[in-house]
């Protein structure tokens, strides 16, 4: 079986490592220049190659360390990934990047000697919880490891070899969805049905999350509010705008915590669950329009469950 040889103390040069809770805190060597006349860079690049190597082979991965870079600033993290061979979710992993951004001046990216996916021992984000959930489950090969960051000492599980998926990547991304309740019952899909107020058969154009009145409701995805408001079958309700002229509708709401035009995160919370407008009791509708036309919100929504 593939494995990860873990190195307990400082060997040289950018031999600073993973090691045991009770070791003292160390000081990763640092890469200067991201080319071949750098040494601390040249001794990283072979071990990921090996790596690379070992993933193909299904052998003994190399050590495993870490070492510092430091941007000038304005870098872009996928080009930093391509100078040093990694793909860039180990590098986001690992130094809790949520989002692909430019580098900032005097920012320190850790840099580890084997191409991988870093999930924390706290979940930092949904990219975390999404990360956790699907390599745990596939019973990926892992290892634990501590690493010293600037907020402390953190607990990670690497998952040598590992990539982002489909979702995981989207989020990313920044082009996918979270789900707008932390807890919450499917208790109606996206479609036609027969309507529990009337019971016609209408075109159900979101689905209904069931939760308790007061449940926090957070924004889907990263947005703009273009509308708070109430009509009689939605009640109180709040949309929001997202890049690609999608929209995403929060429905019989108890109450909106957003203001018009205001820019919010995936996760914000934008309002409370209630049973505003025409609803039989305390759940969530949710739509997700795409130039104006409703879509299937659980094709979007990772981990959608009746």
């Not at 490891?145 to 070899?161: C, E, I, L, Q, S």
């Not at 209408?202 to 273009?226: K, N, Y």
Request: charged share 20%.
């Amino acid at each position: 079986m593939r494995r990860v040889r873990l190195i307990l103390a400082i060997l040289g040069m950018c031999l600073s490592t993973v090691h045991a809770a009770a070791s003292p805190p160390t000081t990763y060597q640092r890469i200067t220049s991201l080319s071949m006349s750098d040494i601390v860079f040249k001794q990283v690049q072979d071990s990921i190659s090996q790596g690379y190597r070992a993933e193909k082979l299904a052998d003994t991965f190399p050590d495993l360390f870490f070492c510092l870079w430091t941007a000038a600033g304005g870098e872009d993290l996928y080009a930093v990934a391509a100078r040093l061979a990694l793909p860039y979710e180990t590098l986001a992993t690992l130094n809790g990047i949520g989002r692909p951004r430019l580098l900032a001046v005097g920012e320190d990216l850790i840099v580890p000697s084997i191409a991988g996916v870093f999930v924390p021992d706290q979940a930092r984000n949904d990219l975390d919880l999404l990360l956790s959930a699907r390599l745990e489950e596939a019973g990926s090969m892992a290892l634990r490891v501590m690493v010293d960051t600037k907020a402390g000492r953190v607990g990670f599980t690497f998952y040598p070899g590992a990539r982002f998926y489909g979702t995981e990547r989207s989020f990313f991304l920044n082009v996918g969805f979270r789900m707008p309740l932390s807890k919450a019952v499917l208790t109606s899909g996206f479609g036609f049905r027969k309507s529990p107020i009337d019971g016609h058969d209408r075109m159900h154009e979101g689905i209904d999350l069931a939760a308790p009145e007061g449940t926090e409701v957070l924004a889907a995805r990263e947005g703009t509010v273009i509308f708070i408001g109430r009509d009689p079958v939605l009640g109180l309700h709040v949309i929001v705008a997202h890049e690609g002229g999608i929209q995403t509708v929060y429905g019989h709401l108890s109450s909106a915590t957003v203001v018009l035009n205001q820019t919010v995160r995936s996760g914000t919370i934008v309002g409370a669950v209630g049973s505003t407008g025409l609803s039989t009791g305390p759940h969530l509708h949710f739509e997700i329009r795409l130039s104006g036309a409703a879509r299937d919100p659980s094709s979007y929504l990772p981990g959608l469950k009746r």
